[in-house]
Nanobody, 126 residues
Framework: QVQLVESGGGLVEAGGSLRLSCVAS????????MSWYRQAPGKQREWVGS???????NYLDSVKGRFTISRDDANRSAFLEMRGLNTEDTGVYFC????????????????????WGQGTQVTVSS
């Protein structure tokens, strides 16, 4: 019913930049907080940052000042602008929407919780 699709990953040299996108599709009425997570090889998935429906942002300490999250509600999108990348930033980056309100043919509308994309690979070379 709802899909989150990330894009923009790739291979970049240390010190470089990338911009990740996350686009939600489906009969969406509203998206609450959107977040980015990442998972490095052999490690658990970790939270990178979030943006609320009101535009407030929070970030993991290690990315503060380097990463910026934004959203475009008209296009059901969120973005992760990454600058000053280092090898520790390597991993698969996932988009998450904690709560999405959608149209439903039976109920009129319903909520979907904890929605994830399939991830996009970011590799930073030294």
């Amino acid at each position: 019913q709802v899909q989150l699709v990330e894009s923009g990953g790739g291979l970049v040299e240390a010190g470089g930049s990338l911009r990740l996108s996350c686009v939600a599709s489906g009969s969406i009425l509203r998206i609450n907080t959107m977040s980015w997570y990442r998972q490095a090889p052999g490690k658990q998935r970790e939270w990178v940052g979030s943006i609320t429906s009101g535009g407030s942002t929070n970030y993991l300490d290690s990315v503060k000042g380097r990463f910026t999250i934004s959203r475009d509600d008209a296009n059901r999108s969120a973005f992760l602008e990454m600058r000053g990348l280092n090898t520790e930033d390597t991993g698969v980056y996932f988009c998450n929407a904690d709560w999405i309100f959608i149209r439903d043919q039976t109920a009129g509308a319903k909520e979907l919780f904890d929605n994830w994309g399939q991830g996009t690979q970011v590799t930073v070379s030294s």
